[in-house]
């Protein structure tokens, strides 16, 4: 039945997978638990395996040691405290990782137009949009946009060492389980991009200290003294390949003197385009030096992949270039995007890609050559912990410190949101919406302490049932807040 808000409104139904036992519900209506249910899946937010727990909190003045209130775990609609998951990871919890996304979304975007205490003034300053890439460890198939994957020419019946054709005439459609996969697994170094994989988050330091260093060059100054005059401000996140390695999509901000705050103005010196300039400059020169694991291996030098894109965003100026590909609203949208995604999207439907499975051989591999001929220890045994990412062991986002608030100051603001409308409730005093968000933000310490005492007793929901409910709702929510954001549009 279609409401009013397109399908997504309170009348709609929600759609429960067929066959699905739904006795647990109906014991729910039957004893009257239902509507306690709902209110404890709204107090979640739908999430797929809330944290279950038992115990109570009393809440202090911290000046004056009054007790402001307490709470007990069987005074909760369901005698126990549900807690969301928080998971990150979309094919964990959908409902977390939109959290997650809306924050990153918030805190990116706030970098580049400001809010969330953020000035305004900083979407004046230079703004960049890149995309570091692995480099090419042998040959693989591809989506070519509805071309062939690797056209033979004419007469051409090359072929690799091992007998395999170096050419694939078939295209592949997105999400073709061979696309990734190399032409020739034989010939494919995949113990150098297990180790480039590994290597990478050190490749994006130093190239964060290469560049800082080339600005200070072109701004004729020293490394030392480059915060006297700029900053370089980024936020970047991780995203996996088809061939299972991973791309970096950064946001590079070009800030004034980092006393100044966040989003000072940049030197009129260095604009956008020249910015963009250096980082193309720049980063291909930056390597790493990966040390051999063993006496039958042999070092490496690492660095990034040829397909380097670095386009501007913002010039320096507030006014967009109404031409360019990009806006900051896209931008940060995309990365948001990618901040709920890992690893699990490399899997085909119902099993693991082949060239994936290589990958994580190759890093159980490696972890264990490192532990048998260095028993004193040797960085490569921590591998065995990062299979499960391809080598990867790097955060999925990242952010310079001064690049805009923090995901720690948003979950913070929510906390205290909370606590000031459950206080407008129990006081009947209307709440002050003056200079919210400032308060909700700051970083002064807190006035209250919440002293308790808590036992785990689980994750999940009480059956399947439940959870497809939960994961139900979710759905519901997030296609009404799409076609919300469409209405808009």
Sequence with gaps: MRSEFGGFGQDAPLELAAGLDLSGLVDRFRDGTNEALLDTMTAVHNCARPVRLA?????????????????????????????????????????????????????ISAGVAGGKTVPEQVADNPLLFATFTAPSFGLVHGHRGGKPCRPRRRDDRTRCLHGRPQWCTAIHEPGDARSGAPLCPDCYDTASAVLWQWHAPELWRRTTIALRRAVAADLGVTESGLGEQASIQYAKVAEYQDRGLVH???????????????????????????????????????????????????????????????????????????????????????????????????????????????????CAALAARAARHHPEGHDYQRMRRWVHMLGFRGHFGTKSRRYSVTLGALRRARVRWQRVTAESRRTGEPIDTRDLERRLLADDEETTVVIGSWTYLGTGWRDAAEEALALAAAARAREYDQWRSQSRR
């Design 55 to 107: 115990g109570s909190s009393t809440t202090i003045d911290a000046r004056t040691g009054e007790v402001l209130s307490t709470f007990r775990s069987a005074d909760a609609p369901l005698g126990v405290l549900y807690r969301p998951c928080g998971n990150r990871r979309a094919h964990v919890c959908p409902a977390c990782s939109r959290t997650y996304a809306r924050d990153t979304f918030a805190l």
């Design 248 to 362: 970096f999509h950064a946001l590079i901000r070009l800030d004034g003197p980092a006393a100044a705050g966040i989003g000072a103005p940049a030197p009129a010196a260095l604009d956008g385009p020249t910015l963009a300039a250096l980082v193309r400059d720049t980063a291909p020169d930056v390597t790493v030096l990966a040390e051999p694991v063993d006496d039958q291996d042999s070092p490496r030098v690492l660095a990034w992949g040829a397909q380097l894109d670095v386009r501007v965003v913002t010039a320096g100026h507030r006014v967009d270039d109404p031409t360019a590909a990009l806006t900051p609203g896209q931008v940060a949208g995309y990365l948001a995007k990618y901040a709920t995604k890992d690893v699990s999207g490399l899997h085909g439907e119902g099993q693991q890609r082949p060239h994936i499975a290589a990958f994580r051989a190759a």
